[in-house]
Each structure stands twice: as C-alpha cells, then as structure tokens.
C-alpha cells in the first residue's frame, strides 16, 4: 500500500519587545534565574494584566504579511493547566477571536514551482517557564524569567506532504519575522520553537489518520529529522497491523527518534473560557493601515525585484532575499558597483565561503559593502584579475587595509594590460618551454585546449597574477596557432 504524510505546524515566535506581554518585566536572555517574574506575570491576587501594544503592533504587522484578515474585535482566553512552570495554573491565551485571521504563504518546491500553504490562524498569549533538570540531583529547577514573555503562536492548516514543505515553510516564517523585525528567531535560544503535527493515511484517502504532536522542535534540520522518522514509525505500525495512538512526543537528536511523552489533549482538557481581566479589544481599521503602509519589502517582494528589475535567477534571488541582512547587503554593493549578476555570483561565492569558513553571519562580516563594492569595481574596469580580486579580499578580511585601492597599491596587484608587456612575457614562456610548443603543434586540435592551460599558467606565475587572462589567451593563441 502506498502512504502519503499530512503535516501541519505550530510554531510558537518569542515577538522582540523589551517588556513581557502584560507586565513591565524584562524579557532580555540570560539573567539569572528567576530574577525577571514579577508578581503580575505570577497573577499574584490583586494584580491586573495590562497588554503590550508593541506585541499588538508586531502581531498585526505578521498578521499582514501572510495575507491573513486582521479582525475588528479581538479577545483573551485562558487555558487552563497545571505544569511546575506555570505557578498560576492557567496561560492567557486567544482562542475565540485571535488577531491574525486566516491568511497563506507560498512556499518555493524543490521540484520547481510553489505551493500555497493556509496558516489558519494566529494568536497571542504569554509563555510560560522553564523547567531545569539538570544538575539538581534528582530534582527540578524552575525558572520563571520567560513567564510572559510575548508569543505568537502561527497555526497552519494540515496541507503539507513532507518534511521538506514543512521546513520550507518554517524557513519562510523565520525570513518574514526577521525582516520585520519582530524577533530574532534565535531557535537556539528558544524565540522561535515548533510544534509539528504528523499523520498518514492511504495515498488517495481523504479522512485524516490519527495525528501525533511533536513538541518544541528548535531547528531546522531536527524538524526535517523528526517528521520523517515519525512518518516512517507510524506507516510501520499501520502495515503491521498496528493503530497510531493520539499522543504528543519528543524528539530526541541523539538517538534520531521521537519517544511518546503523554496522551494528546483536546481543546476541551485545557477548560478555555474568557479572560475575566482582559476586556474585548476593538481594533482600529486605521491603525492597521498606518501598520501596513510602514510595512517593510518582504521577503517574497524581495526576490520578484531581485528577478524583475536586476535580472537574477530565480535560484540567486530565493539565496539572497533569505535574510533581510543579507539582502541589504546585496542591495548596497549593487547600488554602489551597478552590476547586480557580478555582485550576486561573489556575495553567494567568495563572501558565502569566508562566512561559512568562520560559522558567522553576515551582520559579522569583517568587509563592509562599501569595501566589497570597491573589489567588484576594480574588476570590472579590469584593474584585478579574478585572483588578485581574491587576494584583495583576504586582505580586507585580515584588516590588512581600508580599501581594496589600498591594497592593490600595497600589494602591486595591479593587473598588467599592456599588450606589450604581456606579449614580452608570451615570448619569454614559449623561449623556454620549446618542447611543448612543438607537442602542441604537432596535437590534433582538439586535444591542444587542455595543453594551453600549460602557458597560461607559466605567464601567470611569471607575472605573478597581475596579467590580464584575457590578453594572454588571445597573444597565445597567436603565436601557437600562427
């Protein structure tokens, strides 16, 4: 029998407000335990919750950017449940009327083409604690510093196949949230984690299998690990005979399987009813416009002008509309040597490797666009080689100097175009390798491309990479051909 998966996710985004969501508690990372709760986000009696209207801001502001429907009247809920790091024994929460409505994304296929994904809804609530069981033998930590912490939770309807839609959909959440500068969506750190919703059923059949939620999954290479494990753990169970238990699991990365953690609980186990200190919320149909018309370029705007208006392919755009850091750092070495292709093939190239040699990101780049431009600049009125290029951004890396005229004036790798210089160097090389001369004249044409890299290497080498390539290939050819 043939299987097909049905995923759908929830993925909770820590928004970037320096206050927690009903509170004026910090929300900064890494203070010492326990030292952010104050006695609102506990529900300490006589306090009262009074909601954060940048979290308001940021949720409509995503809200927008997924094409979702910003209602008019929002309200908060409280579901209620007892865990060690929620000491009030309820979340509050939206259910009934959240403030991001339906709305989609496209998400890019690797086999070509998109697919539109519907996010059902998302809402707002506070996160909870965080229970610590290491190194208090035996025993559990608690800390409180993340209690009401301001979350989005973005709730997908179950239409993804695979564990690849699903990653490219998280990716493109994560690309939406960062360019709008709602959170960081540190997974490491816990500012975004994702729950993902798995079942199977037989290819063709319309009626959802029973489902198993995956819990708090914080990266991307261990959601497209998780999903395709517990696919092929739950066909297993279904061709053996077997019957998929509703349960929510855990993934564990160093043994590469999801293990059951408890029974999967329905809306009605967690007791929803209104918040009774939050009143309804009526939201102004021109504050969400001032919203959207400060809306920055998305992502997906991005990459249809980096196609459009410079000419990219569609590949080339999709890398480098990735990451709204790395798109305005694209955007600027363009702006500044106006060739976008030359300025795309060496931030994806020459920079990607340096990046990735040093595990960092672009915003710790050690060349500024301006000095990358002046490389890019350099080569295209032919004052560098491709090497020399290279060279002079190594150096620039090493801090070796300020701009790339610095450091060819330096380094004297300044590329020679005078023919007749060059020419001077041909003769020297063809003087002293007549031996090769003679097998390339004697070789059938079509066997003397690979011998020329011979000469060109020895001119290179003679002139110490400062030869025009070009000037070479064309001298060469006519003193061996002629």
């Not at 920055?296 to 705007?301: R, S």
């Not at 702006?335 to 795309?344: H, N, V």
């Not at 000095?371 to 080569?379: T, V, Y």
């Not at 290029?389 to 100097?401: D, H, I, R, S, T």
Request: aromatic share 6%; hydrophobic share 40%.
């Amino acid at each position: 029998m043939q299987w097909e998966a049905v995923i759908g996710l929830e993925i909770h985004t820590q928004l970037a407000t320096k206050t927690k969501i009903f509170s004026g508690s910090s929300t900064a990372f890494g203070a010492e335990p326990n030292s952010q709760a104050s006695i609102i986000d506990l529900a300490m009696p006589g306090t009262l919750p009074v909601l954060n209207k940048q979290a308001l801001e940021m949720a409509i502001q995503f809200g927008l950017a997924i094409n979702s429907e910003i209602p008019k009247i929002t309200t908060f809920d409280r579901k209620n449940y007892f865990y060690p790091d929620l000491p009030k024994g309820y979340q509050t929460t939206q259910m009934e009327a959240p403030i991001v409505g339906r709305g989609y994304l496209d998400i890019a296929l690797e086999t070509g083409g998109t697919k539109r994904v519907t996010v059902h809804h998302a809402h707002l609530e506070e996160d909870a604690g965080k229970s610590l069981h290491e190194d208090f033998h035996g025993m559990t930590g608690v800390d409180l510093n993340r209690a009401g912490t301001p979350l989005i939770e973005i709730v997908t309807e179950p239409e993804m196949s695979s564990a690849k839609e699903a990653v490219a959909f998280l990716k493109s959440i994560h690309s939406i949230i960062t360019y709008l500068g709602i959170s960081d969506g540190n997974m490491a750190e816990g500012s975004m984690r994702c729950d993902a919703n798995v079942s199977v059923r037989p290819k063709g059949q319309e009626k959802l299998g029973n489902r198993c939620e995956i819990k708090n999954v914080n990266s991307f290479r261990f959601v497209e690990k998780a999903i395709n494990y517990e696919i092929q753990r739950q066909i297993e169970i279904l061709e053996d005979g077997g019957r998929i238990a509703q349960q929510t699991r855990l993934y564990d990365p160093d043994l590469d399987e999801t293990r059951a953690m408890r029974s999967k609980e329905d809306a009605n186990d967690y007791r929803y009813f209104p918040c009774p200190d939050l009143l309804p919320l009526e939201v102004d149909p021109a504050f969400v416009q001032k919203l959207k018309d400060e809306l920055p370029e998305l992502p997906e705007q991005k990459r249809q002008r980096f196609t459009e208006q410079l000419g990219l392919s569609e590949y080339d755009a999709g890398v480098l509309s990735s990451s709204r850091p790395l798109a305005d750092y694209f955007d600027k070495v363009v702006e500044l040597c106006k060739d976008a292709q030359l300025a795309s093939n060496w931030i994806s190239g020459e920079l990607a490797a340096q990046l990735n040699r040093d595990g960092i990101e672009i915003t710790q780049a050690e060349v500024t666009p301006e000095q990358f431009a002046g490389i890019l600049i350099r080569l295209k009125d032919d004052t560098l080689s491709n090497g020399a290029a290279k060279k002079v951004f190594a150096a620039l890396w090493a801090k070796e100097g300020q701009t790339a005229d610095e450091i060819i004036e330096a380094k004297g790798l300044k590329q020679v175009t005078d023919t007749g210089a060059i020419e001077a160097l041909v003769d020297e090389v063809l003087a002293k390798n007549t031996p090769q001369v003679e097998q390339y004249r004697a070789a059938e044409p079509d066997k003397r491309g690979k011998m020329v890299g011979f000469f060109v290497g020895q001119i290179m080498r003679a002139s110490k990479g400062t030869a025009n390539p070009k000037a070479v290939n064309e001298l060469l050819a006519k003193k061996l051909d002629g």
